[in-house]
């Protein structure tokens, strides 16, 4: 009898402790904050029940001071914030969060290529390097601190917005001290440069290079055709040499067709090989974000009818689709696998692992390549996100964005 109590002891005190494993580990995973489509309700998965008996006033003025509504929330149409409790197995509560109902988004979902013809705002410090002057190799650069990835707005007052700026008013300084005025992890400040004359060609250099412009090609994820704003890549654009985030001034969306495919293998990314297909722009870019980049497009590039943005907890694991262009400029339908989501990834271009199931594509590309960013991926009739990475090891899997993070960038860099 002792002994069956013991057991019975151990058993219940394994089965607590699981249980408040499973409490802490969701309170942690899941996010405090959803939007739900007017009139739909909140679903997170088949053991975790959503219940309403905690009700907030159910509707708020948006326009109201008291408003509690995020802004991203309020840009996606948001008509009412309440709040609901999570609980484990419909028993056991794991918290509380805020539900915000919004006006059902649509948009044309894409998976056209384009091109990214993008200006830096400033020039970007791409390396540091020494010459031989009269006092031995210098790096004139480094010694006013200046570092790879700083962004320089200005030299001794003067805006600069691409090397040959930087390069005349090095060559022109006549050695004199000069203020340099950079942006560094976000913070603005200012270093004293002093150029020093080169033995080679006898003119004066500060030992850095720096690129005012990026140019490549990506995949459109979406199109809004009430704002005409689009969006893609789904991750930023970023230096080829540094690895930051470009800070843009201004930038063009170019038509792209895609001439060729460079399979990916594991440990080898592949990319598609494709060209400008006109000098002419076919819309403006206005942000590039960890999101993804931003702008408006003079027509939509698909004639596809519009579906519903899918909220983050609505996408499940299992089948998906992706329209992906791997050939000419149109984009075809190529089956997937959701294999995994993080509601709450600190990299919010990580949040989905998808896998490509599709033979063909598997055949023409090897799995994911580079340019197929921004490729739009569909589940129930909703577009769910769009993939953002390859995985090195193994290209048939890669992340992916979800689409209502990149509609709500999209509603802030038009600025609704």
Same mark, same amino acid.
């Given at each position: 009898? &002792?002994?069956?109590?013991?057991?019975? @002891?151990?058993?219940?005190?394994?089965? /607590?402790? +699981?249980?408040?494993?499973?409490?802490?580990?969701?309170?942690?995973?899941?996010?405090?904050?959803?939007?739900? %489509?007017?009139?739909?309700?909140?679903?997170?998965?088949?053991?975790?029940?959503?219940?309403?008996?905690?009700?907030?006033?159910?509707?708020?003025?948006?326009? %109201?001071?008291?408003?509690?509504? $995020?802004?991203?929330?309020?840009?996606?149409?948001?008509?009412?914030?309440?709040?609901?409790?999570? #609980?484990?197995?419909?028993?056991?509560?794991?918290?509380?969060? &805020?539900?915000?109902?919004?006006?059902?988004?649509?948009?044309?979902?894409? *998976?056209?290529?384009?091109?990214?013809?993008?200006?830096?705002?400033?020039?970007?410090?791409?390396?540091?390097?020494?010459?031989?002057?009269?006092?031995?190799?210098?790096?004139?650069? #480094?010694?006013?601190?200046?570092?790879?990835? =700083?962004?320089?707005?200005?030299?001794?007052?003067?805006?600069?917005?691409? &090397?040959?700026?930087?390069? #005349?008013?090095?060559?022109?300084?006549?050695?004199?001290?000069?203020?340099?005025?950079?942006? @560094?992890?976000?913070?603005?400040?200012?270093?004293?440069?002093?150029?020093?004359?080169? %033995?080679?060609?006898?003119?004066?250099?500060?030992?850095?290079?720096?690129?005012?412009?990026?140019?490549?090609?990506?995949?459109?994820?979406?199109?809004?055709?009430?704002?005409?704003?689009?969006?893609?890549?789904?991750?930023?654009?970023? =230096?080829?040499?540094?690895?930051?985030?470009?800070?843009?001034?201004?930038?063009?969306? +170019?038509?792209?067709?895609? $001439? *060729?495919?460079?399979?990916?293998?594991?440990?080898?990314?592949?990319? /598609?090989? *494709?060209?400008?297909?006109? =000098?002419?722009?076919?819309?403006?870019?206005?942000?590039?974000?960890?999101?993804?980049?931003?702008?408006?497009?003079?027509?939509?590039?698909?004639?596809?009818?519009?579906?519903?943005?899918?909220? @983050?907890?609505?996408?499940?694991?299992?089948? %998906?689709?992706?329209?992906?262009?791997?050939?000419?400029?149109?984009?075809?339908?190529?089956?997937?696998?959701?294999?995994?989501?993080?509601?709450?990834? !600190? !990299?919010?271009?990580?949040?989905?692992?998808?896998?490509?199931?599709?033979? #063909?594509?598997?055949?023409?590309?090897?799995?994911?390549?580079?340019?197929?960013?921004?490729?739009?991926?569909?589940?129930?009739?909703?577009?769910?996100?769009?993939?953002?990475?390859?995985?090195?090891?193994?290209?048939? @899997?890669?992340?992916?964005?979800?689409? !209502?993070?990149?509609?709500?960038?999209?509603?802030?860099?038009?600025?609704?």
């Amino acid at each position: 009898m &002792n002994l069956a109590f013991k057991l019975f @002891r151990g058993a219940a005190c394994t089965a /607590l402790a +699981a249980l408040t494993g499973s409490i802490i580990y969701y309170n942690c995973a899941l996010p405090d904050n959803y939007c739900v %489509a007017r009139g739909g309700s909140l679903e997170i998965s088949d053991h975790i029940e959503v219940r309403s008996d905690m009700i907030l006033p159910e509707t708020y003025d948006i326009t %109201a001071p008291e408003n509690i509504i $995020s802004n991203a929330s309020a840009m996606m149409g948001a008509v009412g914030e309440h709040t609901e409790q999570l #609980r484990l197995f419909g028993i056991f509560p794991i918290k509380n969060v &805020n539900v915000t109902e919004v006006n059902e988004p649509v948009v044309v979902p894409c *998976g056209t290529p384009f091109g990214i013809k993008l200006l830096t705002k400033g020039v970007l410090v791409v390396e540091l390097t020494g010459f031989e002057s009269g006092n031995g190799i210098t790096s004139p650069a #480094r010694q006013a601190g200046i570092s790879e990835g =700083d962004v320089i707005l200005s030299i001794s007052g003067k805006p600069v917005s691409s &090397n040959k700026d930087v390069s #005349r008013i090095i060559s022109e300084s006549g050695g004199k001290t000069l203020g340099v005025e950079l942006m @560094r992890d976000g913070e603005s400040r200012v270093v004293f440069l002093r150029p020093d004359k080169s %033995a080679a060609d006898d003119t004066y250099h500060a030992g850095m290079w720096v690129r005012d412009s990026s140019a490549g090609i990506g995949t459109v994820t979406f199109y809004d055709p009430s704002t005409k704003m689009f969006a893609g890549l789904g991750h930023p654009v970023c =230096d080829s040499d540094t690895g930051d985030i470009l800070t843009m001034s201004s930038g063009e969306a +170019a038509d792209v067709y895609i $001439s *060729g495919i460079k399979k990916s293998c594991a440990g080898s990314p592949g990319e /598609l090989i *494709g060209m400008f297909s006109s =000098d002419k722009s076919c819309g403006s870019l206005i942000m590039n974000s960890e999101s993804g980049i931003y702008g408006y497009m003079d027509k939509c590039p698909v004639m596809s009818s519009a579906v519903p943005v899918a909220m @983050r907890q609505e996408i499940k694991t299992g089948p %998906a689709v992706i329209y992906a262009t791997v050939n000419g400029s149109s984009a075809e339908e190529y089956s997937v696998e959701i294999e995994k989501i993080d509601l709450k990834a !600190d !990299d919010e271009s990580r949040n989905m692992v998808v896998r490509i199931t599709d033979e #063909r594509l598997l055949e023409k590309a090897g799995g994911i390549v580079q340019g197929m960013s921004g490729s739009p991926i569909i589940q129930n009739g909703k577009l769910v996100g769009a993939v953002t990475h390859v995985f090195v090891r193994d290209p048939t @899997r890669g992340y992916g964005i979800f689409a !209502d993070t990149m509609l709500e960038c999209a509603m802030e860099a038009s600025g609704q």
